[in-house]
């Protein structure tokens, strides 16, 4: 009898560690159990961008092609499901290739001595602040947001910060709230400034350009801007927005508009799908 109940009480201890481990290796949260643990399993997620929106997309077209197919006509009804489901498929190829759970890593485009100062404008959860940060020695990232849960679900400083935690850059990354419209900064603040798929979200050319001519502001003299963005013109862009690419820019566009803004030195690349437009200030 002592034997068994002393067997039951080892196998409930065993399994209440192993709860509490899952629990803290899901939550990203530091423990009294099995910590270290829980730093070698945890792992960032940089967010689902515009989420809601491609999903309300999706389920208006399939929603309204079930009732077209209804009431009106079947086959324009079938073609407009397809259209909404082709929308779903192609959201979940896109952030495959964002590969969300992976800091992004601009090495291949923008070398980095390690003490610059750093800003990425529109960071959200600090996917191109942390790859930034962990090219730094002396340096230090700066990532500015609105924080828009819209755009990215879950979207604040603190889950930008916890990111930074798991990917042990804590001490060369900092978080506040700032827009690209009127960056926070004083003029020639820093040697780089990053976006990625930020100033394609403003509504038109004036509001884009007075963007870029705020970066250009806040960057030194001979600092250089990256700038990722989806392209209307490369499959990438098809495959993602499908009847919505109207929606984003060429790559001929961008190119007028950053010289409109005073950019000089264009060096243009691919990363991740994305076109990769590297520019400099004038010194």
Same mark, same amino acid.
């Given at each position: 009898?002592?034997?068994?109940?002393?067997?039951?009480?080892?196998?409930?201890?065993?399994?209440?560690?192993?709860?509490?481990?899952?629990?803290?290796?899901?939550?990203?949260?530091?423990?009294?159990?099995?910590?270290?643990?829980?730093?070698?399993?945890?792992?960032?997620?940089? $967010?689902?961008?515009?989420?809601?929106?491609?999903?309300?997309?999706?389920?208006?077209?399939?929603?309204? $092609?079930?009732?077209?197919?209804?009431?009106?006509?079947?086959?324009?009804?079938?073609?407009?499901?397809?259209?909404?489901?082709?929308?779903?498929?192609?959201?979940?190829?896109?952030?495959?290739?964002?590969?969300?759970?992976?800091?992004?890593?601009?090495?291949?485009?923008?070398?980095?001595?390690?003490?610059?100062?750093?800003?990425?404008?529109?960071?959200?959860?600090?996917?191109?602040?942390?790859?930034?940060?962990?090219?730094?020695?002396?340096?230090?990232?700066?990532?500015?947001?609105?924080?828009?849960?819209?755009?990215?679900?879950?979207?604040?400083?603190?889950?930008?910060?916890?990111?930074?935690?798991?990917?042990?850059?804590?001490?060369?990354?900092?978080?506040?709230?700032?827009?690209?419209?009127?960056?926070?900064?004083?003029?020639?603040?820093?040697?780089?400034?990053?976006?990625?798929?930020?100033?394609?979200?403003?509504?038109?050319?004036?509001?884009?350009?007075?963007?870029?001519?705020?970066?250009?502001?806040?960057?030194?003299?001979?600092?250089?801007?990256?700038?990722?963005?989806?392209?209307?013109?490369?499959?990438?862009?098809?495959?993602?927005?499908?009847?919505?690419?109207?929606?984003?820019?060429?790559?001929?566009?961008?190119?007028?508009?950053?010289?409109?803004?005073?950019?000089?030195?264009?060096?243009?690349?691919?990363?991740? $799908?994305?076109?990769?437009?590297?520019?400099?200030?004038?010194?």
């Amino acid at each position: 009898m002592t034997e068994t109940t002393t067997s039951n009480a080892l196998l409930i201890g065993c399994l209440t560690k192993l709860e509490n481990i899952r629990f803290i290796s899901l939550s990203g949260k530091e423990g009294s159990v099995q910590t270290s643990y829980t730093n070698d399993s945890a792992k960032p997620h940089y $967010g689902y961008y515009a989420f809601y929106i491609f999903m309300t997309m999706a389920a208006l077209l399939v929603v309204i $092609g079930i009732l077209v197919a209804i009431f009106v006509w079947w086959l324009a009804g079938y073609i407009m499901i397809g259209l909404g489901l082709l929308m779903t498929l192609s959201y979940g190829i896109s952030m495959k290739m964002a590969r969300q759970t992976e800091h992004s890593d601009p090495s291949k485009i923008l070398e980095l001595k390690g003490d610059e100062e750093v800003l990425d404008v529109g960071c959200g959860l600090g996917k191109m602040t942390v790859g930034v940060a962990k090219r730094l020695k002396t340096g230090k990232a700066i990532g500015i947001d609105i924080w828009d849960k819209t755009e990215i679900p879950g979207n604040s400083p603190e889950r930008a910060y916890a990111n930074a935690k798991i990917e042990g850059v804590s001490d060369r990354v900092e978080f506040r709230t700032g827009n690209v419209l009127s960056i926070p900064f004083p003029d020639n603040s820093f040697d780089v400034v990053t976006s990625s798929s930020v100033i394609n979200n403003l509504h038109n050319d004036p509001d884009r350009l007075k963007a870029l001519r705020e970066i250009f502001r806040v960057l030194r003299p001979g600092g250089r801007f990256l700038m990722l963005e989806p392209l209307r013109d490369s499959w990438e862009g098809i495959v993602t927005f499908g009847l919505f690419v109207f929606l984003i820019l060429s790559k001929d566009r961008w190119i007028r508009l950053l010289a409109k803004a005073g950019f000089v030195s264009l060096r243009y690349d691919r990363f991740h $799908g994305m076109g990769a437009f590297l520019v400099g200030k004038p010194s």
